[in-house]
């Protein structure tokens, strides 16, 4: 009855074998010789917790490394608890590490949700605080067409634009400008229309996947156990009470599994919470959400200088953003119910966004894509209106109400207002463990915000060139002189992996060793590697070989893991690509696999990403694919 819903005896003894992989390089919490299991300073302030520890081996366990996930990890060790965090995938796999990446109010939610424009706005404030390397500012340009309302349209917009100036000094945003046609022109000449103006915001951008690994370092620094690749398989209950009492979960690399016995338990697992909840017993609809799924694609270089608003075929607003090396259009918002661990952009998605965008900034069909990303957000359950509709709030679920005392599921929110969405669980924990302690998590940087790093001066140090330091000082903040350290130990470290973002080596020996990356994929969502114009081509079996070397596995594994990288990212691209591109896409993966002598024609004609690829390329090739942009949407 390991995997089914159950409610089971009370067991006093902790049953630990084997241990996740991933047990942070220590032991076990409440193991033999386990000195970081809770000794904390902290921990021994506090009897509440010290009481509990006879009986539980944590007082918490975090289910989801997803940014909500990782925010209450990191909150609720530093008020002082014992915390164990289980992610089934990598920290940010989900809607995370695949969201637009804006930390703003939204100023659509403005007119329908205020109060989520305010508190995005004001946490948004507090994260730049506290992560201050990570955020980037991004201008937003909105072009109005002349048409026989838009002076109207105009007028309106202004007033609106101007009530979102008035949430903008939380984040530290610029009020809104009004533009004429030749200013925005000047701004952007690639604006395509009769335009009669248009207006500047401020938004600000930030890296959700580095947002996720800085929470979950700082939780790990204060204690708290992350397990990567560690599904929770069962959410054990009382038979008398239905009070939780611990978790089973599988080492989904190591193959291990084990239980950990803890008084609460909160589902933070966003789009897969229903079937969390589930794992406990209880119907899937104690713990509801409405996945939304939303795909972005990917450019090779900044198209634009400025963020621009478009409109897509049936009014939704969608924008193409430059974002570090990249330009990149966002998104869709539609219902899913697909496998959310396998989540894909289609060709349709992409060119009901690249129309859209085209209408207002042509050349982007002349651009190159280099890929796609999609992810399922957790919105909050309401039957009837349409996706964009559904409100972004979010919420807590206390399932004591459903018979299930210890067992809470954080439904919905944002990247811009997590911390906020942490700290409203955290205060429940700190209440229901009688910590009395006050969030501080606004106040204490994460992991590389506690001072600035020159970029300049750290190039000349470690005789890189200029933008691969401000990636690293990007990616780290202060951190970056740990990196720099092993540089200087070992000089050689400073070659460069990836040229297109660019990584280091050293910069990935210290994602393995330090960020729980295992594998390619890992490194990737950590640094970015192969997410450039080469989709991996040139850095992938290196940065193989030295996560294999890192972590003691072979070099035949490191480099079935790199063209297990290639083939997930070539699946990515080949929906934005035409026939012929994926041809070539096809060709280019086969080359790769036999010059690293992983090819033999069965592993090819097994490999789901080949399949899918080779599929693509025995499409009719109808208008050849010179100009994707064109074949993925022609002028209506
Ligand atoms: C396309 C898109 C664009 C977005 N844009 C923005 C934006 O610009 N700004 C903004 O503020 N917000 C944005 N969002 C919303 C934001 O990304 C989400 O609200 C937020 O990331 C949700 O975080 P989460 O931790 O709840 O879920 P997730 O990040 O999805 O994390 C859940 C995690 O739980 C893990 N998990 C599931 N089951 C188990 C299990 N049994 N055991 C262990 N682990 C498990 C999963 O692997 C996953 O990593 C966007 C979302 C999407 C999809």
């Known amino acids: 009855m390991l995997y089914g819903p159950i409610v089971s005896k009370q067991q006093e003894s902790p049953d630990w074998t084997p241990a996740p992989a991933d047990w942070g390089g220590t032991a076990p919490p409440g193991a033999p010789g386990d000195d970081a299991s809770g000794d904390q300073t902290s921990h021994v302030q506090s009897p509440a917790v010290r009481l509990r520890r006879d009986d539980t081996d944590v007082d918490v366990v975090v289910i989801g490394g997803g940014v909500n ?30 969201s637009s990446g804006m930390i703003h109010g939204g100023p659509r939610y403005l007119t329908h949700d205020p109060h989520v424009t305010e508190t995005s706005c004001r946490d948004s404030g507090h994260i730049q605080a506290i992560a201050p390397h990570l955020l980037f500012r991004i201008p937003f340009l909105v072009p109005v067409e002349r048409s026989a309302k838009a002076r109207v349209m105009f007028t309106l917009m202004d007033a609106f634009f101007e009530a979102y100036d008035r949430y903008q000094p939380f984040k530290r945003g610029k009020p809104h400008a009004r533009l004429s046609a030749d200013e925005l022109r000047q701004l952007e000449p690639g604006l395509a229309g009769d335009l009669l103006g248009g207006f500047s915001f401020d938004e600000w951008g930030i890296d959700g996947a580095r947002l996720c690994v800085a929470n979950a370092v700082d939780a790990m620094e204060r204690g708290a156990k992350v397990f990567v690749g560690c599904t929770v398989e069962q959410i ?7 009070a939780v009492q611990a978790v089973r979960y599988r080492d989904r690399r190591g193959g291990g599994v084990g239980r950990l016995r803890t008084s609460v338990v909160i589902n933070a697992t966003g789009a897969w919470s229903s079937l969390t909840a589930a ?34 075929i049936d009014g939704r607003q969608i924008f193409i953003c430059p974002w570090e090396n990249v330009s990149v259009i ?50 909050i359950h309401a039957y009837g209106p349409s996706e964009d509709q559904l409100s972004r709030e979010h919420e807590i679920i206390d399932h004591a109400v459903h018979g299930a005392p210890g067992l809470f599921s954080m439904i919905g929110g944002k990247l811009a207002s997590y911390r906020l969405f942490a700290e409203e669980m955290t205060d429940i924990l700190s209440k229901h463990f009688g910590l009395g302690a006050p969030c501080a998590t606004h106040l204490t940087p994460l992991p590389g915000g506690d001072a600035t790093v020159d970029p300049f001066k750290l190039a000349e140090r470690l005789e890189i060139d200029a933008v691969a330091a401000r990636r690293l000082v990007y990616r780290h903040g202060a951190r970056a002189l740990r990196i720099e350290e092993r ?9 460069s992996v990836c040229p297109c973002e660019p990584v280091t080596e050293a910069e990935v020996r210290y994602t393995v060793r330090h960020e729980l990356a295992r594998t390619v994929g890992d490194v990737s969502r950590r640094t970015r590697l192969g997410l450039g114009a080469c989709g991996g081509m040139r850095c992938a079996a290196r940065c193989g070989q030295i996560v294999a070397s890192e972590l003691g596995l072979s070099p035949r594994e490191g ?67 010179v100009n994707p942009g064109e074949i993925l949407c022609p002028d209506p």
Not at 236 to 242: A, I, P, S, V
Not at 285 to 296: N, Q, Y
Request: aromatic fraction near 6%; proline fraction near 5%; avoid cysteine.
């Open 279 to 312: 794992t406990s017993g209880l119907p899937p609809t104690a713990s509801l959400v409405r996945p939304g799924k939303g795909i972005h694609i990917v450019y090779d270089r900044r198209l634009t200088s400025y963020a621009i608003m478009g409109r897509t």
């Open 487 to 495: 540089v200087k130990a070992r000089p050689r470290e400073a070659v």
């Open 559 to 625: 480099l079935r893991q790199a063209v297990e990288f290639l083939e997930r990212q070539a699946l990515t691209r080949v929906v934005a690509l035409g026939p012929e591109q994926a041809r070539q896409e096809a060709l280019t993966i086969a080359s790769v696999r036999s010059e690293l002598g992983l090819v033999r024609d069965e592993d090819l004609e097994a490999a789901p990403a080949w399949r899918s690829i080779a599929r693509l390329a025995e499409q009719e090739p109808g208008a050849h694919a």
């Open 69 to 98: 996930g990782v925010g209450v990890a990191r909150d609720a060790s530093q008020r002082g608890l014992r915390v164990a965090l289980f992610e089934r995938n990598d920290l940010a796999f989900g809607a995370s590490g695949n």
């Open 236 to 242: 054990e209950r009382r038979e008398d009470t239905g």
């Open 330 to 379: 966002g998104t869709t918002d539609d219902d899913f119910y697909g496998d959310l661990d396998g989540v894909r952009a289609t060709s349709e998605e992409v060119r009901y966004l690249v129309q859209g965008i085209a209408r207002v900034f042509p050349e982007v069909r002349r651009a190159r894509a280099i890929g796609t990303y999609a992810g399922v957000r957790p919105t």
